[in-house]
Every structure is written in structure tokens, then in C-alpha cells.
């Protein structure tokens, strides 16, 4: 019902009956959540049409039930359009967990549409209070063709347990494709202690000059 509804409506052009007549739904209760859908899908289309307007929509209702947790919804089509402007935005929001997910959000999107993109803005950006909740996300994007990148960006993630694990696959996916380079960076490599111990259980020798694969690899 919400979806055809609104479609109707920007089918005809009227972004502005379409706010209307989310603005005039009830407000939800605890077995209805038409209000938050409406609003989710209906900021999904404005943000699409006019990023600014969407902005300034979501900051209307960000206090309000139906826009909690909305400005991922923000993001993610923002970003679409303007990603930069959309992360500088968000990364002079305040901090915290509503924070983080819609950067994880806008990142994930980012990397789905324009990874070169991203690097160039991480190569600016990447040292900036909020973007390392969603580095891991870069690493992961850049691991099958930059594995020594993705390895120097995975420093500064700041989950260790994360971080040595994003580290090892990416030495693992670096030795696979190209084992004597890995090998040769590995012997002057100052690794975390636990990138050591998982690349060590996954039988992968770390003393200068032995071989980076395991027996029987």
C-alpha cells in the first residue's frame, strides 16, 4: 500500500503531496509501523530527486519515531549523487552508534559504485574522527587487488581482533597471488602480534627467508 501509494504520486511529479501525505499519517504504535515505512521510502525518493531537500526533510523528523535510524536511509541514496558531500555531512554529525551505521552505509555504497573514488577521498579523508567505523569496509574492497593497500589501511582500524584478521586475509590473498612479493615484505614486516598468531595457525612461517605457504601448499 505505502510503496504503490507514494509511486503514484511521484509518477505525477508531486514530491510535495507525497511529504503531505506522509506528514498527515498517524503517528505508529506498537503494532503498526506505517509512518516509519512511508517516511523511509518516501526520504529514499526525495534524497534521489534533491539530496538537499532530503536532508533537510530527515533533519525535520531525526527527533521523531519514524526517523529514527532514517539517515542511513539518507545516505545510502545520497551518496548515489554527491558522495563527499554526503560523508562530510555525516562526519560532522555527532558521534556515535546512529552515526556509525550510516557511515558504514554510505561507505559500503561507495565502494559498490565508485571504489577509485573512495580511495581518493580516503587519501584525504581517511584520518577524520567517524570514518574508522567503516574502514573495514575499504580493506575488504581493495584486498583482491591491492592486498598491501588494504594491509597499510587495516592499521587503522581500531578493533585489534578485527584489524589482525583483515591483515591475515589480506597477506593470505597477497601470498596466494603473488608469493614471492609477500614473502619478501613479510621478512621486514612489523606485524601486529596477533597478525602474527593467526597467520602462524594458518600455516604461514614468518622467519626471514622461509617460504610464505605452508607444507603441502
Not at 510535495?16 to 526520504?43: C, G, M, N
Not at 559498490?112 to 581517511?126: F, Y
Request: hydrophobic residues 40%.
Amino acid at each position: 500500500m505505502v510503496e504503490a501509494h507514494l509511486k503514484v504520486l511521484f509518477q505525477k511529479g508531486d514530491v510535495d503531496a507525497a511529504v503531505a501525505w506522509v506528514e498527515s499519517l498517524p503517528p505508529d504504535t506498537s503494532q503498526d509501523s506505517l509512518k516509519r515505512d512511508a517516511f523511509r521510502a518516501a526520504l529514499r525518493r526525495v534524497t534521489y530527486l534533491d539530496a538537499d531537500r532530503g536532508r533537510e526533510w530527515y533533519l525535520a523528523n531525526e527527533n521523531e519515531p519514524q526517523g529514527r535510524f532514517a539517515e542511513t536511509v539518507l545516505v545510502q541514496e545520497w551518496v548515489e549523487s554527491d558522495p563527499e558531500a554526503a560523508l562530510d555531512w555525516l562526519l560532522a554529525r555527532p558521534a556515535g552508534d546512529p552515526r556509525d551505521r550510516a557511515v558504514r552505509a554510505a561507505m559500503t555504497r561507495f565502494v559498490e559504485s565508485d571504489l577509485p573514488g573512495l580511495q581518493t577521498w580516503m587519501t584525504e579523508n581517511g584520518t577524520r574522527p567517524g570514518v574508522e567505523s567503516g574502514i573495514d569496509i575499504f580493506v575488504k574492497a581493495l584486498v583482491a587487488h591491492e592486498p598491501l593497500l588494504a594491509i597499510q589501511w587495516a592499521e587503522a582500524i581500531p578493533n585489534e581482533r578485527q584489524k589482525a584478521a583483515l591483515m591475515t586475509g589480506a597477506i593470505r590473498r597477497w601470498a596466494r597471488d603473488n608469493p614471492e612479493a609477500a614473502a619478501q615484505w613479510l621478512e621486514t614486516a612489523d606485524l601486529p602480534d596477533l597478525t602474527r598468531e593467526m597467520l602462524a595457525k594458518g600455516d604461514m612461517p614468518l622467519e626471514t627467508g622461509s617460504s610464505i605457504q605452508g607444507e603441502g601448499q
